[in-house]
């Protein structure tokens, strides 16, 4: 596992808690001021960094309406559109890369981009990028990789489609190119995932082959995998974001609202907290062990008296002999006078020493 190493002040690693992406996308619906909004809430919802998605129509595909250019099957999210419509409705356009930006510093949010193509890794350079994030299905292009990688930037590559293969020569283009700092991101490139398509182990499967940090690019409804991937190591969360599912977005169908992606960070800082160690030793509130079971004399005795199931018991609190000594107790004398709610121990009885 490679090292903690930090994003402008975001410390990326196993020793702290996971950093929270949220994703714009094409959720500002072709409005600057939907999109100043969004930035607005992700930060007050604690999400660590806001990214975008820097990229045109033309610099994605050819604008054509026939063949491979158009998605005809109809369990698709955007089925019935050519891929030049969709590219046109969900991208950002490049002017509003810098007042988003400034929006992010203003309210304390971190922000960067996945850049699409040589020429978008170009201009978010000229905007001081603190990072780069290659999605899914360009973690194949290997030239835009070591673009992005040259910068001497961390870098967060999508797993999704890719095979092992795939993975491995996108990582190896990366530290080629200079990359120090790589982020693997577990994906399932489907919209919305389905959790049983998800895999969250194979995170700890990418540590082992690949000795980078790993983490998650979810694209499930709610929070419930995001959060279980904490437990198998992802120290990065990325998850798009809206406003409101009910208004709509090019990518709204799986996206967190406000309240959800607040949900996100807040439980998946607490997976984090609760991981601890691998450790058996007692858990540090172990003062609760003086409230389990022991033995207690639940009669008025004299001292002779036969200790017997109708006069001693196992009760809590736990002060007298833990309950494994009951049955070897039974029948033996007691040495003093005891009262009722006296915790028993071993002094007390005969031929206990």
């Avoid at 949220?22 to 999109?35: I, V």
């Avoid at 994906?187 to 940090?213: H, M, V, W």
Wanted: negative net charge; hydrophobic residues 40%.
């Amino acid at each position: 596992m490679s090292k903690t190493f930090n994003i402008s002040g975001l410390h990326v690693g196993l020793d702290h808690p996971p950093i929270i992406i949220a994703e714009m996308s094409g959720n500002h619906n072709q409005s600057l001021e939907r999109a100043l909004q969004l930035v607005d809430a992700a930060a007050e919802a604690g999400a660590h960094i806001l990214k975008l998605q820097t990229y045109t129509a033309d610099t994605m595909t050819l604008n054509l309406s026939h063949g491979e250019f158009f998605l005809e099957n109809k369990n698709m999210l955007w089925s019935g559109s050519s891929l030049y419509d969709i590219y046109q409705e969900a991208h950002t356009p490049w002017e509003w890369h810098a007042p988003i930006f400034a929006r992010c510093k203003e309210k304390g949010i971190l922000a960067f981009s996945t850049a699409f193509d040589t020429t978008s890794v170009e201009f978010l350079e000229s905007l001081g990028v603190p990072a780069y994030k290659i999605a899914s299905f360009e973690n194949i292009d290997l030239p835009l990789i070591k673009k992005a990688a040259s910068t001497g930037k961390p870098l967060i590559i999508s797993t999704g489609m890719a095979d092992e293969l795939e993975i491995q020569e996108a990582v190896t283009a990366a530290k080629s190119a200079g990359c120090k700092h790589l982020v693997l991101l577990k994906c399932t490139s489907t919209y919305p995932a389905d959790p049983k398509n998800s895999n969250i182990r194979a995170i700890s499967t990418l540590q082992e082959k690949f000795g980078t940090q790993v983490g998650l690019s979810d694209h499930t409804m709610g929070i419930g995998v995001a959060v279980a991937s904490i437990a198998f190591g992802a120290t990065v969360i990325e998850k798009h974001f809206c406003l409101s599912r009910s208004e709509g977005g090019i990518d709204s169908a799986f996206s967190l609202e406000p309240s959800e992606l607040t949900l996100l960070v807040q439980e998946t800082e607490r997976a984090w907290l609760s991981l601890g160690t691998n450790s058996l030793e007692l858990a540090p509130d172990a003062e609760s062990r003086k409230y389990r079971r022991s033995v207690y004399i639940v009669k008025d005795l004299t001292k002779g008296s036969t200790l017997t199931r109708e006069n001693i018991r196992t009760i809590r609190p736990g002060l007298g002999l833990k309950p494994k000594h009951f049955e070897s107790v039974l029948g033996k004398k007691l040495l003093i006078d005891a009262k009722i709610g006296t915790p028993l121990e071993l002094w007390m009885i005969e031929d206990c020493d």
